[in-house]
């Protein structure tokens, strides 16, 4: 077909796409600013990882090792997992573009739940196909609106599990009848971005799933418990005829060296990690029962942020509690764009942090009337 565009025309679904709204940074509010809004960890990252980080910055003029060997095969010693069926990225939101770009593109359809990451609709959409948004039970996913939305043209199910910005999980009963559902030919994307967080005995990341099976992937992340979120660092565990097609498309260099020598250091120090766990169980909890005292309604989390639920009142609607703990210099995370206008999702941060919102919306929730 000839086109008489004027201009070049991006292909159709591009400009359609809503682009994501990172959380604010706390730019133009004065003062001490508590950026509680991006699911950073507060403990920051393993001073193991800092000093490879440092060490790599000697040798800035070699390209990284293209196959990331060093930190696929630390992962695996980890996790148990064999290196050969690991791919790295540039945060797992590269590892969600690679997915997207190989397994979909005009005519097919992929699912994703009514408050989950955004990343996965922007890149279903920037591949060509179309994503089918199925309804939550109470910002929950329910596996069966899942398989009841699957159709012919489906290609792929994206779950973040525990999921953000809700902070929920599916049990892996739950899972598993979902891809006991699923035809052959659909790709289950699980992502547990934040598994370290959660202690729950009915709770698995999906690794038995993916090695028994050849359409699921997990895709984990060094940003949250691990605290590298500066340096991009994901992984993906799958099938080796899916690494096979990720690989290909993939750049040849998509790490940086500091990342792959920090996140290589930091899954090596478990220890580590295990403080960041301790510290977010405990504040976890803390939150949420100060949270509800004051008569807020909070999501039950297993990750390391709460999703707060404001009372449907003039003054004391999300925004109104978001403007208050702003000029405080609390920065939460407003969530209208993920479906929910009167919450707020608020990290896990240090205890002066935390103590300070709870003091803050105590504060809020006790001034009466706001503009009423
Ligand atoms: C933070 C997050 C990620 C990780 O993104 P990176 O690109 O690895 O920083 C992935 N999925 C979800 C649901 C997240 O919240």
């Not at 799933?209 to 994901?234: D, E, H, I, P, Q």
Request: aromatic share 8%; proline share 5%; hydrophobic share 45%.
């Amino acid at each position: 077909m000839t086109t008489t565009a004027s201009a070049p025309v991006p292909r159709p679904g591009v400009m359609e796409i809503s682009a994501y709204v990172p959380g604010k940074d706390g730019a133009g509010f004065s003062g001490r600013i508590f950026k509680l809004s991006s699911n950073e960890t507060p403990l920051g990252p393993s001073p193991a990882a800092i000093e490879a980080y440092r060490h790599a910055a000697e040798h800035l003029e070699l390209y990284p090792d293209g196959q990331a060997t060093e930190l696929r095969e630390a992962i695996g010693a980890v996790h148990g997992l064999n290196a050969a069926n690991i791919v790295c990225g540039a945060g797992s939101d590269e590892l969600l573009g690679l997915i997207c770009r190989c397994y979909l593109g005009s005519g097919d359809e992929a699912i994703i739940t009514e408050h989950g990451f955004l990343v996965y609709r922007i890149q279903i959409m920037a591949s060509g196909a179309a994503p089918v948004t199925v309804k939550e039970d109470d910002c929950r996913v329910n596996v069966d609106h899942i398989l009841a939305a699957v159709t012919e043209k489906t290609k792929a199910v994206f779950i973040a599990n525990p999921g953000n910005p809700t902070g929920s999980y599916v049990p892996m009963s739950d899972i598993r009848r979902l891809h006991a559902g699923l035809p052959a030919h659909v790709l289950l994307v699980l992502d547990a971005a934040y598994a370290e967080y959660v202690r729950r005995n009915d709770y698995e990341t999906g690794v038995e799933l993916v090695s028994a099976n050849r359409n699921v992937v997990m895709c984990r992340t060094f940003s949250k418990a691990y605290g590298l979120a500066a340096l991009r660092v994901g992984w993906l565990y799958g099938p080796a005829e899916i690494l096979a097609a990720l690989n290909r498309v993939r750049g040849p260099f998509n790490m940086t060296v500091p990342g792959l020598a920090a996140a290589a250091a930091a899954v090596r120090d478990q220890a580590f990690v295990e403080k960041a766990v301790a510290h977010n169980s405990l504040w976890l909890e803390k939150l949420t029962h100060a949270f509800e005292a004051i008569g807020l309604k909070v999501t039950p989390s297993v990750a390391n942020f709460v999703l707060i639920h404001f009372p449907d009142l003039d003054g004391k609607r999300a925004p109104d509690a978001d403007a208050f703990l702003s000029s405080r210099g609390y920065i939460l995370r407003g969530v209208a764009g993920y479906g929910l206008p009167n919450a707020l999702r608020m990290t896990v941060g240090t205890e002066e942090a935390n103590r300070g919102v709870i003091e803050a919306l105590g504060e809020f929730m006790a001034q009466n009337g706001g503009q009423a």
